[in-house]
């Protein structure tokens, strides 16, 4: 049986233990009870259970963060006994500590290095408990290196690329023996000449087809149809605005995108609750500068080339697998096909470098990574940062391997699927839209340590992020023209000149979500960081319906209220109603500037503006770091008359690394208290109500 630790449900105004009978809130329009004396009191209490904060996976539950939040000094013992037991692998040794006097960590590393687990691992034997913490690559096949005093030592490469590496390369020298080196890879791409007339004769779609390096970057090519016969759709920006403010963690971006023009496809339409594929491209200047590092003359990057396959569904999303003949350009394949940043790199790629590299030192450190004896740095490299194959040129300056080759070994670029923050129907009936048809979403960028020693962008993220930039620039500019002759300007209008347009298409696979809308029962939406996104439409749908008005509760995990609290004042006239914000940051709100302050900043009888009583209750409110977890555990008579309705639902949607597993828990715990249930009867009920349709989890 797994190792689950009770928690036991708080006795509060919206929370009964006692009570089992599953029992319609008396006032549904009563906001969600603050649980900030409750959280103290219980931070407070030596026998209490513990925080939310440490769940096994739990780092910033709330917010999809990596960044692992400060939590309280009242950990015990269970919790080595329940991360050793998650591992697999028994305590040797249990140091008898105080729970008053030890601080818990606040996140939980299983293991920094590749011989860390082999320590674990010992005699291998225990490899099965470790798979979904491993590489996948065979670490535990690690051979020692050969020592030999006479050995020549290695020269290293002496660059910032390389430094960031951060390889383990002790005992290794030029003369060392290595055994079981990765065969070379095979060449399943090849570059062919191209005649002008042959185009016209051999491939007639290509007339129209521009290959000169503007086009390019806008344009995916016409072979990447995400589902034969349909292509890619290039849908015009129509408009986009950040979400959060400057000084939150994550930036996120609202895109509204006009599908008025999107081509019918089997009676397949956009829907409250679905997603879409978006196909983003390589950045142009990451892409620029692989191919001057791979020496790629300029004049060869934007010339059309047969190429040649030979078998697969490359370069096609998700084609048939079979042997290809089309054209393209080496700018092309790199900007739209291939996976230039955002996957680990593979043995056939260090193996591919190795073979080209002229430097002595660099063909042995590359070779040794495809070795046995270099597993342990090998798995170092998969399980840390990502690294670019830029870095990668970078870091080896005399390895240049051809880009036929190259294109062979790298991952193919796939779409990023975003679910749609509104209801299609209702966007359309947005005032002065003259019979437009809008779809919404909003993006969190997602961010990752680069060798540069700043910052890079994921490949969709970033690629949505520099089209937000554009858009709102243009608005600030022509804002700015605007006010200086004294006149005004619409929103939007300077933005859509500029003809941005994202490349997506509307996906065959549906959103869980969007398959479970159809009644009009009691529903609790469960939301972190973006993943509150998707209820947007949701709730602008719901409270149309009268019949639905006073059923709908949603719980938003962010980290500040006053920086990151997505479509905040955007869910309709019963928001504050409905919605109940956790916050997870416990510091002090940053002080309101001067002329940030809301419409609707009016003084009441204590003196205070709406600005001011804004800040003080959320200065007050974040004395205790709250999580979504804890809400649902404090809410748990909605959520178990939600469940129990014969209609009703409950959604989760939001990072699974940082809270699918603290709600997962959460609910278990509601159904122990409220049903009197044990542990394993408990999960059996939340996987009955998810097989009957009354529990989806949408986590990533």
């Keep these: 049986m797994a190792h689950h630790r009770h928690q036991s449900i708080p006795n509060c105004d919206s929370s009964h233990p006692n009570n089992p009978i599953p029992t319609e809130p008396k006032n549904p329009h009563t906001p969600f009870s603050s ?25 910033d539950d709330t917010t999809d963060s990596e960044t692992p939040p400060s939590t309280p000094p009242n950990g015990t013992q269970d919790d080595v006994d329940e991360i050793t037991e998650k591992m697999g692998v028994l305590a040797q040794t249990q140091t008898q500590t105080s729970p008053t006097t030890r601080k818990r960590r606040a996140s939980t590393t299983y293991a920094s290095s590749s011989e ?98 503007a086009h390019v970057q806008d344009y995916p090519p016409e072979y990447m149809k995400p589902h034969p016969p349909y292509s890619i759709f290039n849908a015009p920006v129509y408009g986009a605005r950040e979400l959060t403010k400057p000084g939150a963690e994550k930036r996120t971006f609202h895109f509204d995108l006009d599908v008025t023009d999107y081509p019918e496809e089997g009676g397949v339409d956009f829907k409250v609750g679905g997603a879409v594929g978006v196909c983003p491209p390589n950045d142009p200047a990451m892409v620029e500068d692989v191919l001057d590092q791979l020496g790629v003359p300029h004049f060869q990057r934007d010339k059309p080339v047969r190429l040649h396959t030979t078998g697969g569904r490359w370069p096609t999303i998700w084609g048939e697998e079979e042997a290809r003949e089309l054209v393209t350009t080496r700018r092309e394949v790199l900007t739209w096909t291939v996976d230039i940043q955002s996957t680990p790199p593979i043995k056939p790629l260090f193996r591919l470098f190795a073979e080209h590299a002229t430097d002595t030192n660099e063909k042995k450190i590359l070779t040794y990574l495809c070795s046995a004896q270099g597993q342990a740095a090998f798995c170092d490299l998969r399980t840390g940062p990502h690294l670019t194959l830029q870095q990668l040129l970078l870091a080896f300056p005399s390895s240049r391997p051809p880009l036929e080759a190259l294109c062979g070994v790298l991952t193919q670029l796939m779409p990023r699927f975003y679910s749609l923050s509104n209801d299609p129907h209702v966007s359309s009936a947005r005032e002065g839209l003259a019979g437009r048809r809008l779809i919404e979403m909003a993006v969190t960028v997602h961010e990752t340590a680069a ?11 970033g690629f949505l992020e520099r089209v937000a930039k554009k858009f709102i620039c243009a608005e600030q500019d022509a804002q700015d023209a605007a006010a200086r002759l004294g006149s005004t300007v619409a929103p939007g209008v300077a933005g859509r000149k500029l003809h941005l347009q994202i490349p997506m298409f509307r996906g065959l696979m549906a959103n869980p979500l969007s398959k479970e809308f159809a009644s009009d029962g009691p529903m609790v939406l469960i939301g972190a960081g973006v993943g509150m996104a998707p209820f947007r439409g949701f709730i602008l749908n719901r409270l149309k319906n009268a019949n639905c008005a006073n059923k709908i509760w949603l719980i938003q995990g962010i980290r500040d209220s006053m920086l990151d609290e997505i479509y905040r004042g955007e869910l309709g006239a019963h928001e504050k109603d409905i919605k109940k914000v956790v916050q997870s940051r416990a510091s002090a709100p940053p002080p309101v500037a001067e002329g940030d302050a809301p419409e609707d900043a009016d003084t009441d009888s204590t003196g205070l503006t709406g600005t001011a009583k804004l800040d003080a209750e959320s ?33 989760v949607c939001g990072s699974t690394k940082g809270m699918g597993e603290g709600v997962e828990r959460a609910l278990v715990d509601v159904a122990m208290d409220k049903g009197g249930l044990d542990y394993e009867t408990a999960r059996q009920f939340w996987r009955d109500k998810e097989g009957g349709g009354q529990f989806i989890a949408e986590t990533w």
């Design 35 to 59: 649980i900030t004396e409750d959280m103290a009191a219980q931070s407070r209490r030596p026998s209490s259970p513990r925080s939310s904060g440490e769940s096994l996976s739990l780092t």
């Design 116 to 213: 860390e687990i082999k320590r674990l691992l010992g005699d291998g034997s225990g490899t099965k408990f470790l798979q979904k913490y491993c590489c996948g690559e065979g670490c535990c096949m690690l051979e020692k290196l050969p020592t030999h005093p006479e050995d020549t030592g290695i020269s290293m490469p002496d660059n910032a690329a390389f430094q960031f590496l951060n390889l383990n390369l002790k005992g290794l020298t030029l003369d060392t023996e290595l055994t079981k080196v990765v065969d070379m890879p095979e060449q399943k791409i090849k570059f062919g000449s191209l005649r002008r007339k042959s185009i016209s004769e051999k491939f007639p779609n290509e007339d129209e087809h521009e290959h000169d390096a």
């Design 451 to 461: 060798h540069a020693g700043s910052t890079r962008t994921g490949v969709g993220s």
């Design 619 to 651: 200065r007050s409110q974040r004395k205790v770091a709250k999580y979504v977890q804890d809400e649902v555990r404090l809410q748990a008579d909605i959520v178990w008359f939600v469940i129990n309705a014969v209609d009703g639902r409950i959604f």
